[in-house]
């Protein structure tokens, strides 16, 4: 089964000349034979017809469509390279892209977290040792003089020939202590044979750091060495199939990370340049990338996608000054791109993405917020875990922990009022939030009511629907309605049809 789906509209096939590799799908047209599915990369080499233009502008990905730079641009073919960010290529740089850059534009992304539960520690370290939570483990002591090993990650990481893959270290130092990152590439079926070891310094840890695979298939082993004295926090190790520079998790995918070395992603896609610009954020989802792609290259408007890749399967969207001002600014920033203002936006999520959703639109005047599932007072949420949701949903307390640094009565009235604070602040006159919700939600069943309670009077707009069950139940019915929300806004607030 081909991993790449590539098109090529012209007159002399690349495919034939230059040859591909045997996971690229390669479909050469002289004349457009259109299809029912997205290509993952198109290379277009002659003048196009507008219907031809109007063809690739609804299956060709974002930052994947390739026109030749001796080609004059008819209208049709400038929207098009607008709307899909296309770039042009010279003919003599074909043969080099498609043996070193077509395998980037792989279909189907993957990104991991190893938490610190799957790192194990050296008998060798003889300091201090405690975890908290899933959030981080702290190591505190004597490292030595030399470095060795202190920390490793159980399960191996595999990696096929000619595949590269990012690693990311969340951690942090106090004290005189020096770390260094090891990656050890075993032989197929053995754990003792080494084919390849990279090492990277923390001067390298500044950044994401890739191990190409030139050789056979093979798993690969991570390790930690230290010295010194002092205090080693370790959040977590994310590893990500690399596009090597060409965008985080898909093509054009952008990463934001702060000082305190935590991560936001965002993917904006232009869609066809008109209003709105709809915002989704992610829910939670343990393996790391972007949610809602299909569903919202659907919409045909502009839309930008945010993942939080932070804790198990997401911290929310809150974090630092920094941490927010990166949503806002990737918000902000695609709008500017298109030409429109701040009211011109749609901000949605399910489940988790429903707090990002409401929190940033205090910071956002969005005219409209569709969510669906909504979690808002999330101190009250981490609290429910003890008794009414034991073992259900144990991230609720990791953030609790993350955001407070207490798991307390005090910590959880915090974080509740962290959120309703900015809402009460916030003018919401002329605007409209849509919220399905669930009736005998587990996890905060006073989500709706108090978003009632608190918008009373604000000139805002409300328009709910409750379905029966808890939490996790009927997301079908939920995400119906969203869906059903969203196509409605749409049509009366943009005269979509």
């Not at 106090?174 to 070891?197: D, M, Y």
């Not at 630092?320 to 902000?332: G, P, S």
Request: one cysteine or more; a negative charge; glycine letters at 12%.
């Amino acid at each position: 089964m081909a991993s790449i789906r590539a098109l090529q509209l012209g007159r002399d096939d690349y495919a034939q000349r230059y040859g591909v590799g045997e996971d690229v799908k390669w479909c050469f047209e002289p004349e457009l034979d259109p299809a029912d599915f997205e290509y993952d990369i198109a290379f277009v080499s002659r003048l196009l017809t507008d219907d031809e233009a109007a063809y690739l502008a609804g299956h060709v990905r974002a930052y994947c469509l390739f026109v030749r730079d001796d080609l004059a641009l008819t209208d049709a073919m400038a929207y098009l390279m607008k709307s899909r960010r296309g770039a042009r290529y010279a003919e003599a740089d074909v043969p080099g892209f498609l043996a070193h850059d077509l395998r980037n534009y792989f279909a189907k992304p993957y990104g991991e977290k190893f938490n610190p539960h799957m790192m194990a520690v050296s008998s060798l370290f003889k300091g201090s040792v405690h975890w908290l939570g899933y959030t981080e483990a702290i190591l505190e002591g004597s490292f030595g003089d030399t470095m060795s090993q202190t920390v490793f990650w159980r399960g191996n990481i595999p990696i096929e020939q000619g595949q590269a893959i990012d690693l990311w270290l969340e951690y942090q130092t106090e004290g005189a202590v020096e770390i260094e990152l090891v990656v050890r590439q075993f032989r197929q079926g053995s754990v003792s044979a080494i084919q390849k070891t990279w090492t990277f310094s923390e001067a390298d840890l500044a950044h994401v750091v890739t191990i190409e695979n030139d050789a056979a298939a093979g798993p690969v082993f991570v390790s930690l060495n230290a010295r010194g004295t002092g205090m080693l926090r370790v959040v977590a190790l994310h590893d990500r199939h690399s596009r090597r520079g060409r965008g985080a998790f898909v093509p054009g995918g952008e990463r934001w990370v702060t000082r305190d070395r935590e991560e936001l992603f965002t993917f904006f896609d232009p869609g066809d340049l008109k209003p709105p610009l709809a915002v989704y954020f992610s829910g939670y989802k343990t393996m790391e990338g972007f949610e809602g792609y299909r569903m919202m290259r659907r919409m045909g408007c502009p839309f930008l996608l945010v993942s939080d890749a932070r804790l198990e399967g997401g911290a929310f969207y809150l974090g630092d000054d920094e941490y927010e001002r990166n949503v806002c600014a990737a918000i902000k920033g695609a709008c500017r791109d298109l030409g429109f203002s701040t009211d011109q936006v749609i901000l949605s999520g399910l489940s988790m993405g429903t707090f990002g959703s409401l929190y940033f639109g205090t910071k956002i005047p969005a005219r409209d917020i569709i969510v669906g599932k909504p979690l808002l007072s999330l101190g009250t949420m981490a609290a429910l875990e003890r008794l009414e949701r034991p073992g259900v949903f144990p991230t609720s307390l990791d953030l609790l922990w993350k955001t407070c640094g207490s798991l307390g009565g005090e910590a959880v009235e915090r974080l509740d009022e962290r959120f309703w604070r900015l809402f009460d602040g916030t003018d919401w006159s002329g605007r409209a939030i849509w919220a399905a919700y669930m009736i005998e939600d587990d996890y905060d069943g006073t989500a709706y009511p108090r978003l009632l309670e608190h918008v009373k009077g604000k000139g805002a707009k409300v328009v709910g629907k409750g379905l029966h069950g808890r939490h996790n139940d009927d997301t079908r019915g939920i995400v119906s309605w969203f869906l059903g929300q969203y196509a409605r806004v749409l049509r009366d607030g943009y005269g979509r049809g």
